[in-house]
């Protein structure tokens, strides 16, 4: 721009003085000649008079003073008849001369004729005389060109002096103007001191300036929620560009594809992922129509949903949303194996019942079997009523609905536990007792009473004789603790995890004996669950077993 500026100035400079040089050398030239013209017509007139008075010879007089100046007299029919520079033996005719022809047409003529080099030119002005003949008077001066090309060095020398002058203004003008627009603050223009035709463009800076800052700051604070929301997300969001390369990953997605860092950047995500279900899911999406697959990806099931992101009437990108459907599958799984289970627990003591009934409805039972008979009946179906009981009660906390909670005394529970498992307790010889403190649990009355049944019973069934069972109450710092701990048969280790499945049972024929439902457990698992307590449970087989739970203070 600086150097657009001072090439236009230096141009306009350049073409002012050459053409201001040759108006004025024209102007000049034009003045001179008018003077030349006065001085010829005056001198003739002189000339004139001096003829009249003393000849020719006055002429001849008159041409060795004024030597500059050429006196010609011509006779009325053209012959030279005096002449002061050039011999008139040796002129020709001048009647046809312009200026000599006007003389003795119209009293006076004149004429100017260039040389043939073009340097000189000769003004000459002729008049009539009364007695017929014509003076002429010419004087030679420099012609219009050369009076232009004398002024050339002149106008050169002024114009290289002017144009370096111009020059340097340029500069040094050009730079007083951008200085303050270099030296602006963009970020603070209105400190900079400009000039006053920049301030329209100051306060336009000032005004872009909040306008950017508050795009700048809205877009982050959309950045910042967009950031928050995908980062805390428990599901993958992966955003893939036109050719399925990652664009980006939130935490839960890294922790999926099991990628460190920004390791993901730029990578194909087949690079991640290579099953054929993702791959059509991705080609669909591609196509613009969601697509949908289960992947499984370090033993655990994952819903991949893949959206296509529009722009322009196409498809720029595919959004990847994927759901960790783990425990969702696993507990659709429990539920199946639940109810499969459930049809098979019931229809066996059923069996059995049907079994005798019809033994006894075919006669085949002995009068003194009957009583036996009929007692293997009652005692299955006390079996199926057990059954069912803990099957309704699972099947509650299952559905999980909100039921109504209330403040539950733990060491209260345990007593009436304890007070209804005593018959129990006596026939298998074993001790019960209840130690600690008052501690309340805001939850479900009937479901805490029955796990703490189930812990205190089967303490009591797998029990030695003249066994033990100790169950304390009591307080830590964020938790309501009850230990139901007992001095029975143990869990074998290789049992310990599994006793809380539904229907697991260690030993098939002693739980039978003793009427478990291989439910007890579960109860107790699935009601700590709903209360957000932690179940434990210690065993040593042959020794004992104690199962502790944990309930949280603010539950
Ligand atoms: P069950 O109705 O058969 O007692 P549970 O779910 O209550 O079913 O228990 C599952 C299995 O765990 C039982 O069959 C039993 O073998 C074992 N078990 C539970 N509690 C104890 C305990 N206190 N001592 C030893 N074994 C136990």
Redesign the pocket.
Known sequence: MRQKILASMSLLVLVTILLSSFLVSLVMYRHSFADLKQDIQDLSAYLVAGLNLDGVEYLALVADIADTHRITLVAADGTVLFDSQVPVETMENHRGRPEISAALQRGEGEATRLSDTLITQTYYYARWLENGQVLRVASTSGSVYSALSRSVPSMLLVAVVTFLLARFLARWQTRRIVAPINALDLKNPLRTDVYDELSPLVTRIVKQNVQISQQISELQEKREEFLAIAENIREGLVVLNAKAVIMSMNQSALRIFRVKGRDYLNRPILTLYRGVEMQVALEKAYRGVSGEAALAIAGRQYQLMANPVWVDRKVRGVVLLILDVTEKMGAEQMRREFSANVSHELKTPLTSISGYAEIMMNGLVKPQDVTKVAEKIYMEARHLI?LVE?IIKLSRLDENVELSREEVDLLQVAREVAAKLQPLAEERDVTISITGDSATVHGLRHTIEAMLF??C???I???REKGRVDVSVYHTLNEVVVE?A?T????PYE?QER??????????S???S???????????KRGALYHDAKVQ?T?EPGE??T?TLRFPKNS
């Open positions: 057990a803990d189930n812990l019973e089967n303490a069934k797998y029990n139901v007992d029975g048969i143990g869990i049992h006793v809380f499945e539904r229907f697991y049972r260690v030993d098939r002693h739980s039978k003793t009427g478990g439902t291989g439910l007890g457990l579960s109860i107790v449970l065993s004992g077993t199962v």
